[in-house]
């Protein structure tokens, strides 16, 4: 599956309104940018840091 189109469909799971896909689109970046940072510094503390703050924000900006 593509990314436009998963984005498509946190899209309308989000159901945020015009501002839906934007933030559809941010979520899966920042999901992605998270685990690969992770990935990149396995075996560290840092790399379980970048997953609850990507998990954080997250869920920060869901909420919104």
Do not use: C, H, P
């Not at 999901?31 to 997953?51: H, K």
């Amino acid at each position: 599956m593509r990314f436009g189109a998963r984005s498509s469909i946190l899209a309308e799971i989000l159901d945020a309104g015009v501002e839906s896909r934007e933030k559809a689109l941010g979520l899966i970046a920042l999901m992605y940018g998270a685990l690969s940072l992770s990935r990149a510094v396995a075996g560290a503390r840092l790399s379980d840091e970048f997953l609850r703050a990507g998990k954080k924000l997250g869920e920060q900006a869901l909420a919104e």
